[in-house]
């Protein structure tokens, strides 16, 4: 199993940036994909971006030229640098690593982006 701690959110207003990040409490290196997700109220829980140990990334469609994920392997890091940010990316945004068929997750980060 694999600890994650979120760190990084808060309050912002429409336009500005934030960066997330997810510390790992060991390794990730040989973990196959290390994630973001989110969750808004009365929603569920949806893929933001994710990153292969070989650094090939996938994103939702809503974040696509706003986000980026990065992946610091020997610092044991997962980034996620979010620009131009919309009310609508308002959620509890969650890090996970999905590895040997096993899936962990971070207790979430708090993103509000006011209008």
């Known amino acids: 199993q694999v600890q994650l701690v979120e760190s990084g959110g808060g309050l912002v207003q429409a336009g500005g940036s934030l960066r997330l990040s997810c510390a790992a409490s060991r390794s990730i290196f040989s973990i196959n994909f290390m994630g973001w997700y989110r969750q808004a109220p009365g929603k569920q829980r949806e893929l933001v971006a994710r990153?292969?140990?070989?650094?090939?990334?996938n994103y939702a469609d809503s974040v696509k030229g706003r986000f980026t994920i990065s992946r610091d392997n020997p610092k044991n890091t997962v980034y996620l640098q979010m620009n131009s940010l919309k009310p609508e990316d308002t959620a509890v945004y969650y890090c996970n690593a999905d590895y040997n068929g096993r899936i962990d997750w971070g207790q979430g980060t708090q993103v509000t982006v006011s209008s």
């Open positions: 990153i292969h140990t070989l650094g090939r990334t």
